[in-house]
T-cell receptor, first 115, second 114 residues
Framework: KAGVTQTPRYLIKTRGQQVTLSCSPI?????VSWYQQTPGQGLQFLFE???????NKGNFPGRFSGRQFSNSRSEMNVSTLELGDSALYLC??????????????FGPGTRLLVL | KQEVTQIPAALSVPEGENLVLNCSFT??????LQWFRQDPGKGLTSLLL?????REQTSGRLNASLDKSSGRSTLYIAASQPGDSATYLC?????????????FGKGTKLTVNP
């Protein structure tokens, strides 16, 4: 079974631009979560989608948004990029359909650099 | 607010040594706790998941324990190998601010020297 895939793997943008990252979960997984990893703050939860609905949300500004499609693929969008948005963005999928996050399987991440 | 702390931040050991990584959390109202491994520039690999009702989980040379009442978990690695070199992260799954989420520690960077 193929693992979680994320595209693109690397991205360079400038301040003020917007960016869209994509995540394809493991086949059959309906939950997709997004995380931001930086050296200073570590790994922080952005949001989780399940059956095309945002089910859980972290403490990030509205510039960070996402969506999930009917095939469970998910996209994350960051508008009006800031230098501090430079990070590794990780996506994780799980089978869970009930409310409790079970074992999450992570993708390799998208490394975003904002200049 | 839940905080997860991992000590030490870095650890260097000779090959073959048994070692323990520590994780502590401030709020015991968790659903479960997971240990992950992250290799440089890569995503996370789940190693062990312990439900809040469990005390420990084992997988091969790895053993994780959970003491919810004291807010502590340990990851024991037996007979360490150079291939175990990576950053190890623990994360607690809980409901916070109306949302269920994983809250991560900042990790312990392990180096196993041949």
């Amino acid at each position: 079974k193929a693992g979680v895939t994320q595209t693109p793997r690397y991205l360079i943008k400038t301040r003020g631009q917007q960016v869209t990252l994509s995540c394809s979960p493991i086949s059959g997984h309906r939950s997709v979560s997004w995380y931001q990893q930086t050296p200073g703050q570590g790994l922080q939860f952005l949001f989780e989608y399940f059956s095309e609905t945002q089910r859980n949300k972290g403490n990030f500004p509205g510039r960070f948004s996402g969506r999930q499609f009917s095939n469970s693929r998910s996209e994350m969008n960051v508008s009006t990029l800031e230098l501090g948005d430079s990070a590794l963005y990780l996506c994780a999928s799980s089978l869970e359909g009930g409310g409790r996050l079970k074992t999450q399987y992570f993708g390799p991440g998208t490394r975003l650099l904002v200049l | 607010k839940q905080e997860v702390t991992q000590i030490p931040a870095a650890l260097s050991v000779p090959e073959g040594e048994n070692l323990v990584l520590n994780c502590s959390f401030t709020d015991s109202a968790i659903y479960n706790l997971q240990w992950f491994r992250q290799d440089p520039g890569k995503g996370l690999t789940s190693l062990l998941l312990i439900q809040s009702s469990q005390r420990e989980q084992t997988s091969g040379r790895l053993n994780a324990s959970l003491d919810k009442s004291s807010g502590r978990s340990t990851l024991y690695i037996a007979a360490s190998q150079p291939g175990d070199s990576a950053t190890y992260l623990c994360a607690v799954n809980l409901r916070q601010g109306g949302s269920e989420k994983l809250v991560f520690g900042k990790g312990t960077k392990l180096t196993v020297n041949p």
